[in-house]
Structure formats: structure tokens, C-alpha cells
């Protein structure tokens, strides 16, 4: 298959072209250091003439609602408009398990409004839910750390390795998947604990600071609903393999 993926040289999105190319597909990247500016629409219908399946695993570059917002409605319809327009039969979209239970939380909200604008515009839409990567925590505690204390959010979190996440937009791209899916991890764990982990292994001088989080994230509206897939190891063991 000739698979397109926006986002093609994020975290995610390297994954889905390494593992997309192993398996024999023809991939497409699309990021602006492949010299597309998804926040425009040139050259994407030209881009996707003759692919099979868009995976869109684009990152806003904020948190803010409205900033978030405008960037995914944005890349979205552009993708969607073009793909429609080149005879694309199917998109995949990555979203975030629980978005559409945390209307407390902006960029959540911005998350469903990505996933509005990709069913109303993109030919074949799906939406994979993911849960929060392993590598959530390290990142949080980088991005609130002030000094020498971190600042986290106290919520229950149910997180999930990334390349199952990958498996799975892949199986979804060459239609494996016939529905939108969510996918979690097996294990709940609490995201502070998990922060103070990762800070007792650096050996850092550093305070984590339980702050409280939006009442629907507070209230477990990240985890794993009934219906959602479990996969992969739970963080424990992928952290101890690092």
C-alpha cells in the first residue's frame, strides 16, 4: 500500500513510517522537513494522488484551546479536502482516550474538534484513541518543573507503549480495523507516582508537588473504558527495560 502520514517526523509519527516501510508499504511523509505546511493546503492533493490511506498523527505546538484548536480543524480539513479530492479511500486519526469526557480541559476539547472536523471532511474516517505513552511522565516532568520542584497533575492514568500504538494506526490504515478503537495499557497507575519514578532514577534534586487536576481527569476520565483494547507491557516493566 502507499500510505501518507502527517506528522511523519514526530514521535509517533517516525515510528509509523519506520514500521510502515518494514512492512513493505510506499510511505508519503508529510511535515514541513518534507516540505509540507499542513496548516496550508498546496500541493497535498498532488502529495496524496495514488495513496491508500492517511494516518494523521499531527502535534499542535501548544496547549492552548483555542490555539490547539485552530491548528487540528485546521490540518484536518486541509488533509481531509485534499484526500477526497485525490481519491483516497481511507484516514486514520490519533486521538486521546477520555477526550470526550473532559470537556474541563481545552486541549482535550481541541482533540475532539479534530476528530469532528476529520469525519465531517476525510474520505473513510477512523479515529484511534490512545491512552497516555510510557513516556508521559518523563515528559511532564520536564515540562513543569520549575527549579526544584515539578508541578503534576494528580489523576489516574492507564498508560500504554507507543509502538502498539503504531500497530494498531497501521492496522487501521490497511484495514484490519473496521470502526474507531481505543487502546490502553493493562494497568492503572497513578501519574505523580509514576513521576516520582522516573526522578528517583535520574538522582535529581527534585520535588514533585501533587497539584489537582480537572475534576473529569480527576474522576478517572483518562482511563480505559469497557470496551477498549489492552496491549503491550504496563509501564513498570517497559521502564525497567530503559
Excluded: C
Excluded at 32 to 47: H, K, M, R
Excluded at 84 to 92: D, M, Q
Amino acid at each position: 500500500m502507499r500510505i501518507a502520514v502527517a506528522g511523519s517526523t514526530g514521535l509517533i509519527g517516525r515510528q509509523v513510517v519506520a514500521l510502515a516501510t518494514a512492512q513493505g508499504h510506499e510511505v508519503v511523509g508529510l511535515s514541513p522537513s518534507t516540505g509540507y505546511d499542513l496548516l496550508q493546503p498546496a500541493g497535498l492533493v498532488e502529495a496524496l494522488a495514488g495513496v491508500d490511506a492517511v494516518v494523521n498523527v499531527t502535534q499542535s505546538p501548544t496547549l492552548d484551546e483555542q490555539e490547539s484548536t485552530e491548528f487540528f480543524v485546521t490540518v484536518a480539513e486541509n488533509l481531509g479536502k485534499a484526500a477526497s479530492e485525490a481519491g483516497v479511500p481511507r484516514t486514520v486519526v490519533l486521538s486521546i482516550v477520555g477526550a470526550d469526557r473532559s470537556p474541563d480541559y481545552g486541549y482535550y476539547v481541541a482533540k475532539v474538534a479534530q476528530e469532528e472536523a476529520t469525519r465531517a471532511t476525510a474520505p473513510g474516517a477512523l479515529i484511534v484513541r490512545a491512552t497516555q505513552f510510557h513516556e508521559f511522565a518523563g515528559q511532564m516532568l520536564g515540562w513543569f518543573r520549575d527549579g526544584d520542584v515539578t508541578r503534576i497533575i494528580d489523576v489516574p492514568t492507564q498508560p500504554v507503549a507507543t509502538d502498539e500504538i503504531v500497530k494498531l494506526l497501521l492496522e487501521a490504515a490497511t484495514g484490519q480495523v473496521d470502526g474507531d478503537v481505543d487502546l490502553a495499557g493493562p494497568k492503572v497507575e497513578r501519574l505523580v507516582a509514576l513521576v516520582e519514578r522516573v526522578v528517583a532514577r535520574t538522582g535529581e534534586q527534585v520535588r514533585v508537588e501533587a497539584v489537582p487536576a480537572p475534576a473529569s481527569m480527576a474522576g478517572g476520565s483518562m482511563l480505559a473504558g469497557p470496551g477498549a483494547l489492552l496491549r503491550g507491557p504496563d509501564w513498570e516493566t517497559w521502564f525497567a527495560a530503559q
